[in-house]
Structure formats: C-alpha cells, structure tokens
C-alpha cells in the first residue's frame, strides 16, 4: 500500500445525498459520523466502508440530505376520527360547552407526519464510497509531497555527518601537533617526553571520539532511505523510532565536541531533525 498523509478532504453527491470526508492526525483510527435520524441504522455499514480504507487518524464524515419537492403531509384519518369521538363522548359526559373544532384536533400532533421521498441505501453507500476515495487520493498525494520533503532533509543530514566526519579526521591528525606545541610554549626549554606525549594525545581524543555515534547516524540515514524507497502503509511510525535515534546520537555529538564547526553541523541537523519529526507525525 501507498503511504499516506492522515489530512485530507473528499465529497460525494449522488441524488440527494451529499458526504464529505475529513481526515485529521491521530495516532490510531478514530472514526466520527454525523448523519441525520433516518440513517443511524447504517452507521455500522459506514465505519465497515472506513476501516477497509483507512489504517489511521481521525476521520470525520459528515451525511446530509438535500430539500426536495416532494415531501407531503399525510393524515392518520381514523386516529384523528378517535380523537374526535373521545372528545365528543367526554363533552357529553362532562356537560362542557363549546365546540370541538379543527383547532382542538390539529393540537394532536402524532395526527400528521411528514412522508418523505424515499432515499435509497445504495444512494447512500455510493456517495460515502465517492467521498472515502477522493479523500483516499489526497491522502496518498499529501503522503507523496510528505516523503520527498523527508528525503531532501536526509540528504541535508547525510552532508552534515559528511563534514563532522572530515572535521574530526582532521582533529584525530592535528591534535598530537596541537599538544605538541602547546607543551613547548609552557614548559619552554624542558625536554618533552614523546611517549607521555603520545598517551595524553590518545586519552584526549579516547574522550571526545565520536566515531560511533558518526557510524550509526550513517547506519539510521540507510535504514531512513529504504523506508522512503519502500514506502508502505506504516512507514510513519518506522519513520519516528528513526529520529529518535538520530536525534540522540546528534545530541552526543553535540555534548562532546568543543569544535565550532561540528557544533554549527549539530545545531543544522538538530533543525532538519525537528522538521522532518514534524512531517512523519502527519504520516500514516
């Protein structure tokens, strides 16, 4: 299945009967209908039609009916020749005076009722069917644009731990020279033992090393870009254990270095990280 974005709107009209569809971020599939008296019977059919369709997020539909012309007033003539003859036997009885007219029988409601144009259910089936399936469609092409925003942010990471990676190969090979010199301008003429030189040069680099931390964003960048190749109906929450992980190995990165270079990168991959969460939590 196709990835998906959880917004989006779709509409059905067929005779009288107008659906529309929204879709909204949920971390499940929340269904909500509101539909006129006469249709509660087939809410059940209409969550069936969107739990085929849908795996996730809050989906609305919303069910009306149109005016039409050919609504009519009918007349329970036999209830309302009852309610006649009751009164008149309880005047009589009673002696009460005055008339019973047609005002005291149009006060009994359940005399009239209103009789519809009959709607059929398969008006009603096809016009959520349409409503389902155009909001399906731009479920998919949000879901679409979504992905490739993701996957130029995976580039920007991948350039970044790129440089953080040339920066501390280039600090792994100057720092021996960097302690070096730093000696000789303190200890001035004293002669610099080479070896001890050479254990605080390694001890140096031993604590601010980010060589697996560098390793494993590259390793999460591949697992990130066959998930974008591979798309899939789920690839949102595959997508989010994926930032959590990058998020934390910047955030080591970050912590260790006193590099200004590497700390810009972090703080640029911090940025693309935040953006590219922002996006996938609109992923199905």
Known sequence: MLPESMTGYGRG???????????????????????????????????????????????EIYITKTEIDTVQIK??????????????????????????????????RDIFCLEEEDTGTNELNEAVKLALEELKIMRVEEGKNLLEDVAA??????????????????????TKQKLHERLKE??????????????????????????????????????MEEMLKSGGD???????FLVQELRREVNTISSKTNDVEVTNNTIEMKHEIEKIKEQIQNLQ
């Open 234 to 240: 789920t690839v949102g929450k595959k997508l989010d």
């Open 153 to 174: 942010r995976a580039l920007l990471l991948k350039k970044y731990t790129g440089e953080i990676q040339d920066i501390r190969n280039k600090t792994i090979a100057d």
């Open 75 to 108: 007349i329970n003539k036999s209830l309302a020749k009852g309610y006649h003859n009751a009164l008149m036997s309880l005047k009589d009885e009673l002696s009460i005076a005055g008339d019973i007219n047609i005002n005291v029988l149009a006060s009994y």
């Open 13 to 59: 009209v067929v005779g009288a009967i107008k659906a529309e569809a929204r879709s909204f971020n949920h971390k499940n599939l929340d269904i909500q209908i509101k539909l006129p008296s006469f249709f509660y019977q087939f809410e059940n059919d209409m969550r069936k039609m969107v739990k085929e369709m849908f795996n996730r997020g809050h989906i």
């Open 186 to 223: 303190f200890l001035a003429d004293t002669a610099i033992d080479e070896s001890r030189l050479v254990q605080e040069a390694a001890i140096l680099i031993e604590r601010a090393d980010i060589t697996e931390e560098i390793v494993r964003i590259k390793s999460h960048l591949g697992h």
